[in-house]
């Protein structure tokens, strides 16, 4: 049983509907045994850094998610799910999960592309994930394929071994990371169509080992 | 770098898509969610729905149809028409849509802006302006005159101050619809789209006037649009999605080319 952590941070249905397309069964849920006890977790989430670990820490799911990363269950993190994972956000000047060493940065303002056109943020709309390194569960992603992006907080991984794929908005930045039995992207794979469908079947099959 | 988005937007009527020409008659011209599932194989960023019915039993045909969209497409969609309350974008966001968008309600209540963000997150909260040009005044400095009820009630708010305020209120996009253009396909406005688009930080979604692969790339360049919103060009099947990105590849525009496995 997959299991979606439900943290009251949005989009958990899109995610169970991609599963469902996928053919795979999964369960929507704050319980931390329940989470404990599934083969697979995925942490997605829209929303605000601060507010987000507060509520994992009210159903005590910031213990329940480091204890199923030390026990080596795979765990898939999905936009906001990729930055609550790292040490510290800027976003609400928040302390995070840290199973990641590393902190979440604003994208910087003024941001300028390299042709100086003046860039908005939040970062929103379809762009490229260059591969720094290869990595199961993006098998079949080719350098073409583009995801959907809305963000304005972006993850900073303390160590260039845990950067998995970086885009390119006006500065580099990792749009990919992963440490052992976590990986973690900062676009919607739910949202990217079949590319990011890919992606997700895959790590529903990924036994948690790189 | 971000790729400009091509985004079909589907009127839908009682459970079916139409077209109507400047309001008046409506043909229905398919099914919404069959049309957004071809959408979404051809190529398409992004859907948006508008909810064009006029009976009271809408909000449960529109509903239906939100839901049976998100069991068949794996990209952004939003819907409009009717938006009213908090409880309506709640109710249209956990059937499945990404954004809501809210245009004649936003005028007449603008906290439903800032509430719906606070609930929701302002990347869920797209304005849809409907904007006529006008002669320029002290009350409409701009000379672009916001417009309600299909474009038949003029507001007496500029465009440009009524952009920039909602985008303060927490609008997370917009989608700029030009009576004027709209339905002529002659081309999106291009004097309206850049002065909005370069005057606030939010995306702008370029509406009204498309009837050439030419006017999209004009969209994107001279007209600042972070995407383009199609009807007719691609329903009644003059170019399909991929033409379309094809050629505004050609031309320089950065796109997204590949989608299927």
Known sequence: MIAIIDYKAGNLRSVERALKKLGFACRITHDREE??????????????????????????????????????????????????????SEENNTQCLGLIGGDVKLFPSPLFSVDNERLKIPHMGWNGVHLVRMHPVLEGIRPQDEFYFVHSYYPMPAADQYIIGTTDYGIEFPSIIGHKNLIAMQFHLEKSGPPGLRILKNFCTWNGKI | MLSKRIIPCLDVRDGKTTKGIKFKENVDIGDPV????????????????????????????????????????????????????????????????????????????????????????????????????????????????????????????DALAWAREAESLGAGEICLNSIDADGTKKGYELSLTPLISENVNIPVIASGGAGSIAHIYDAFTKGKADAALIASIVHYGTYTIKEIKDELHARGVKVRRTWGL
Request: glycine share 12%; hydrophobic share 40%; with cysteine.
């Open chain 1, 35 to 88: 989470v404990l006890n599934s083969e697979r977790i995925i942490f997605p989430g829209v929303g605000a850094a601060g507010k987000a670990i507060a509520d994992l820490r009210h159903f005590g799911l910031d213990k329940g998610l480091t204890q199923a990363f030390k026990e080596g269950t795979p765990i898939l993190g999905i936009c906001l799910g990729a930055q609550i994972i790292l040490e510290k």
């Open chain 2, 34 to 157: 069959e049309m957004a599932r071809f959408y979404y194989e051809q190529g398409a960023d992004e859907i948006v729905f508008y909810d064009i019915t006029a009976s009271s039993d809408r909000r449960n045909i529109m509903i239906d149809v939100v839901h049976r969209v998100a069991e068949e497409i794996f990209i952004p969609f939003s819907v409009g028409g009717g938006i009213r309350t908090i409880e309506d974008m709640r109710e249209v966001l956990l059937a499945g849509a990404e954004k809501v968008s809210v245009n004649t309600e936003a005028i007449i209540n603008s906290k439903i802006i800032s509430e719906g963000a606070k609930a929701f997150g302002s990347q869920c909260i797209v304005l849809g302006m409907d904007v006529k040009k006008v002669e320029t005044s002290k009350k409409i400095p701009s000379g672009y005159e916001m417009v309600i009820h299909g474009g038949r009630t003029y507001t007496g708010i």
